[in-house]
């Protein structure tokens, strides 16, 4: 698949399988839990831009503009976020994971990776710094 250019298929086919833990955590490859968080970057930024134009077209008005607070504007990072979830996230490339929840504002997946690192610090400070900003 990834010679051929067709490894979002690939991802897409896997998701369903990894969320129903039909294939175990210690079983899956990091190289493809790459290809996945990758193959989300594009879907999420069109997410953010149609959310931030549905608030400013007054669809929603929530403080916390995230998929937490506002699933129904946020269903490609809501689904991303419970994938996350489902993994062993040592195989996770935590940079582009930590990069990609802390841009779209994935906290919860946010919070279990650092945790699961055991730094239980990070996430909070994360957390405090964007009530600061409100």
Not at 6 to 32: K, T, W
Not at 58 to 80: E, K, N, Q, W, Y
Request: glycine share 6%; with cysteine; aromatic share 8%.
């Amino acid at each position: 698949f990834k010679a051929t250019g067709h490894m979002n298929v690939y991802c897409a086919a896997l998701e369903p399988f990894i969320v129903q833990g039909r294939i175990p955590r210690g079983e899956m490859d990091s190289e493809v839990l790459s290809s996945i968080l990758q193959s989300y970057a594009l879907p999420l930024e069109e997410e953010e831009q149609a959310a931030q134009q549905a608030i400013k077209d007054g669809v929603d008005s929530a403080i916390f503009v995230d998929c937490d607070h506002c699933p129904s504007l946020f269903p490609v990072a809501c689904r991303l976020q419970q994938l996350v979830l489902c993994v062993d996230v040592s195989r996770l490339d935590l940079n582009l994971a930590i990069r990609l929840f802390t841009q779209y504002r994935l906290w919860t997946a946010l919070v279990h990776v650092y945790c699961a690192l055991g730094d239980y610090t990070s996430p909070l400070e994360l957390l405090v710094g964007e009530c600061g900003q409100l």
